[in-house]
């Protein structure tokens, strides 16, 4: 997946699959299978890189390796 917006993360992270593209990742999670996941943030928006929920996310995002 390319291109995950601040949302899109959270979603994924809270395994909530509300679009094709997050119940695809949710279920590639649950069946194992490694996933390649691009975070994007606007340049205009370099503070909610490193908020206090993005980066529990990831470490969740990090723990299905």
């Not at 279920?27 to 390649?36: E, K």
Request: aromatic share 6%; proline share 6%.
């Amino acid at each position: 997946m390319a291109l995950l917006t601040f949302n899109t993360v959270t979603k994924c992270a809270l395994a909530i699959s509300d679009t094709l593209a997050l119940g695809v990742c949710n279920d590639s999670f649950g069946a194992g299978l490694p996933i390649v996941a691009v975070p994007h943030v606007k340049r205009s928006w370099p503070h909610i890189q490193r908020t206090p929920v993005i980066e529990r996310c990831y470490a969740t995002l990090a723990c299905h390796r």
